[in-house]
């Protein structure tokens, strides 16, 4: 049974920083993309950041240049590493990680990031 585990996130004030980590395991297929999505209170889920097997990494933009995702495929693992926080950034983040050829997609629990101004 594939899980992916999240963990960090809680409460930061604006300007703050906040780590999320997240292991995937239960699967002997690889990696090929994990990284994070969020959703805040009434909006749609959006990509904030991910990162492909070959090491390349996309962002969004309202997070680009203050967020930095890294953790290596092979290790099913991932971090999100989240400076200068806006209260924008408050919302639940959600880990996933799409395996194999046909990139079966799994998803962690969530977490809550919370930043107050």
């Known amino acids: 049974q594939v899980q992916l585990v999240e963990s960090g996130g809680g409460l930061a004030q604006a300007g703050g920083s906040l780590t999320l980590s997240c292991a995937a395991s239960?699967?002997?297929?690889?990696?090929?993309?994990m990284g994070w999505y969020r959703q805040a209170a009434g909006k749609q889920r959006d990509l904030v950041a991910l990162?492909?097997?070959?090491?390349?990494?996309n962002y969004a933009s309202s997070v680009k240049g203050r967020f930095t995702i890294s953790g290596d495929n092979a290790d099913n693992s991932v971090s999100l590493q989240m400076n200068s926080l806006k209260p924008e950034d408050t919302a639940l983040y959600c880990c996933?990680?799409?395996?194999?050829?046909?990139?079966?997609?799994?998803w962690g629990q969530g977490i809550q990031v919370t930043v107050s101004s």
């Open positions: 996933f990680a799409d395996f194999g050829y046909y990139g079966v997609r799994y």
């Open positions: 239960g699967s002997r297929a690889a990696i090929n993309v």
């Open positions: 990162k492909n097997r070959d090491g390349s990494t």
